[in-house]
């Protein structure tokens, strides 16, 4: 199980204790959604930090000042950390969030609102290796152990925010209808560019060419490695320690190859099949 001096359990979900807290958690039960706000969704390690930067700009007609000037915390804060109780007066609307939360877990007022979400999916096997490295670079999450027993861990659901199957499914099953967007990470690397052009038209907004193309190579791997308000190099290295493993890692799809032998590959399928089998939710990987 994860650790209880690291953790707090919300729902029976993991959560950090340098980020979150009983009181933080509270405050996210009573937030009020406002109609135009957006949020994006995601399980832990699917591609936060790039709607932390994707999403402010495509809301403000490309003004790179936010990104450059706020560190992505504050910028875009998650609804259920400490952090957004400082700064969510200063956010201008439309106001741009994160969270982690599964569906049924939202700020009650989140569901009669008519605000957006943008979910962002990972290929799980991504995600695993991205989160292994994470916990080898962040103080304050356990120790991962070896690949392979942090790969039983994230089976198990004994890592952040629980089981990925339970996160994918909560927010499918939804009333949302045409307020929310499902993206992943994979069609963003593989066009950036179409995948801004369609979070574009869902939030109902124009761009010139123009700042399309400079939001887009602005929001690079390459050159978002390089935003010190977005590549965590702010926060002290005894919390977060890059020399380690940076937190902008690789930014590519399909690292798992690297890490998973023969055996954990059948292992994580067999399980992942199991637990989405009569879903009806099929991804772009599960072709692979
Ligand atoms: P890797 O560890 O595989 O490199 P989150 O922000 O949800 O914690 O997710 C972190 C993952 O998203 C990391 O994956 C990180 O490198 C990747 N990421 C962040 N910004 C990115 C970008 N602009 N392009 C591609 N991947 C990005």
Redesign the pocket.
């Known amino acids: 199980m994860a650790s209880e001096e690291l953790y707090l359990f919300y729902h029976g979900l993991p959560v950090p204790k340098i980020a979150h807290t009983e009181e933080s958690l509270k405050n996210l039960e009573t937030f009020k959604v406002k109609d135009d706000d957006v949020f994006g969704v995601?399980y832990?390690?699917?591609?936060?930090?790039?709607m932390q930067?994707i999403i402010p700009l495509l809301l403000n007609g490309g003004d790179l000042t936010p990104v450059e000037g706020i560190p992505n915390w504050d910028r875009v804060p998650w609804l259920e950390e400490t952090r957004i109780s400082l700064v969510v007066d200063k956010l201008k609307s439309p106001r741009a969030m994160v969270t982690h939360m599964p569906y049924h877990l939202m700020p009650a007022s989140f569901y009669s609102s008519k605000a957006k979400v943008i979910y962002i999916a990972r290929n799980p096997k991504?995600i695993v290796?991205?989160s292994f490295?994470f916990h080898q670079m962040a103080s304050f999450l356990d120790d991962p152990g070896t690949f392979e027993e942090f790969l039983d861990k994230f089976l198990a659901g004994q890592v952040l925010f629980g089981k990925w199957t339970d996160h994918v499914k909560s927010w499918r099953d939804t009333d949302l209808g045409d307020r929310v967007l499902y993206i992943t990470y994979e069609e963003l690397?593989q066009d950036l560019r179409g995948g801004l052009e369609r979070m574009l038209r869902f939030l109902g907004r124009q761009m010139s060419d123009d700042a399309l193309d400079r939001i887009t190579e602005h929001?690079?791997?390459k050159n978002?490695k390089d935003n010190k308000m977005s590549n965590y190099s702010l926060v002290s290295q005894d919390l977060m320690d890059n020399n380690k493993s940076p937190f902008?890692?690789?930014?590519?799809a399909g690292?798992w190859k690297n890490h998973f032998s023969p055996e954990l590959e059948a292992k994580f399928n067999a399980v992942i099949r199991e637990e989405m089998e009569g879903s009806g939710i099929m991804f772009p990987w599960d072709e692979e």
Do not use: A
């Open positions: 995601t832990p390690k699917s591609g936060t930090t790039w930067e991504d290796v991205s490295f690397i929001c690079l791997f978002m902008l890692r690789k930014g590519i690292d």
